[in-house]
């Protein structure tokens, strides 16, 4: 729990103020070399980000097995962190915004490239059931704000406060020692991403989350938005990102990890020059602790694998024959 902690609020500093900080790089850090190949599972497989993918993934998998579909199987399963108020990052419980508003972000796609997504969306619990029903019975890809909530609305979602006692608390003491500043937020949160590849070997997936901590009232990140947060093309495989969104939408993260695993990558190969290129995109910035983000892909083979720039992200994993469990990312940067 802490290295997901220290992961984020690492990445957080500089959220917003990426593009102020450019001096000589931080001679604090060292370049591991990546230590994991590409792994292979049976199919169905469930890849989830984080600790709580394992619950995610529980609830998926039962999903599947009565005969869900894998998008209903997403819905289902990385709705349990959103409903789940000690899950800080995503859903109920998020936290919120510097203004105290809890904001959330979710897309979903299937193997045939049909998708839905909400972002900037207040007050459902589900945004990932919402984003489901953009797919299903709009014209549009996107959602967001105001126009999503009275959407959500009008398919029966209920409005709900989701800033929860606790939240509510830690958001009160940021404000106390805070300069009230987007360039000091502190973030604590993970984005839980699912990726499935079902029996019959198609991909679909879904991300959803209440997006960085203390970000400016209306900031949008990564997750809700196809091809940075979430990517997948039936015919090569799947991505999706956690960490800075900034970071993950300058170098449209998941679509770029699809279109490598496209030239030939293994998963891991794919992942791990994408969280590359994004090292080398800030790597002149004096420090790089605000810096971080991690990848998951998997391909139509169920080759999986997962990358990030600095160590603590890890996946959940679900095939039938290693059953339900966590692994440890490999990543590039070690800090002396
Ligand atoms: C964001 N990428 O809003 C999300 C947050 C996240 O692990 O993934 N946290 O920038």
Not at 83 to 109: F, N
Not at 161 to 173: G, M, V
Not at 251 to 264: F, H, I, P, W
Request: proline content about 3%.
């Amino acid at each position: 729990m802490s290295n997901r902690r220290d992961f984020i609020k690492k990445a957080a500093i500089g959220a917003i103020g990426i593009g102020h900080v450019l001096s000589p790089i931080n001679a604090n850090v060292k370049i591991s070399k990546g230590f994991v190949t590409a792994k292979k599972a049976n199919k169905p497989l469930i890849i989830s980000t984080w600790n709580h993918g394992l619950a995610a993934n529980k609830e998926a998998w039962e999903q599947l097995k009565k005969g869900s579909s894998s998008l209903d199987a997403i819905v289902s399963g990385v709705g349990i962190p959103e409903a789940d108020p000690k899950v800080r990052s995503v859903g109920y419980g998020g936290l919120p915004d510097k203004e105290g508003k809890v904001t959330l972000d979710a897309c979903i796609m299937d193997h045939n490239s049909d998708c839905g997504s909400v972002s900037f969306l207040q007050g459902i619990k589900h945004p990932i059931a919402v984003a489901k029903k953009v797919l299903e019975n709009t014209p549009h890809v996107m959602l967001s704000g105001k126009g999503a909530l009275q959407f959500a609305v009008s398919e029966g979602f209920k409005e709900e406060n989701l800033l929860t006692l606790e939240s509510r608390k830690r958001w009160e003491k940021w404000l106390e020692n805070s300069k009230y500043q987007p360039v000091i937020n502190s973030e604590n949160h993970d984005t839980i991403s699912m990726l499935v590849l079902d029996k019959e070997g198609n991909l679909s997936g879904g991300c959803t989350t209440s997006g960085a901590a203390w970000k400016m009232h209306g900031r949008v990140g990564d997750s809700p938005i196809i091809g940075a947060g979430l990517f997948l093309d039936n015919d090569v495989g799947a991505a999706a990102a956690t960490g800075l969104g900034e970071a993950v939408i300058r170098t449209a993260g998941s679509a770029m990890v699809v279109e490598l695993m496209r030239q030939g990558k293994t998963p891991f190969e794919a992942c791990k020059e994408i969280v590359e290129r994004i090292y080398n995109k800030h790597k002149n910035h004096k420090d790089m602790s605000f810096l971080q983000v991690g990848f998951i892909a998997v391909n139509k083979k169920g080759d999986y694998a997962g990358y990030s720039l600095k160590p603590g992200f890890n996946y959940a994993v679900y095939d039938s024959e290693n059953g339900n469990h966590m692994e440890d990312s490999a990543f590039k940067m070690v800090k002396k």
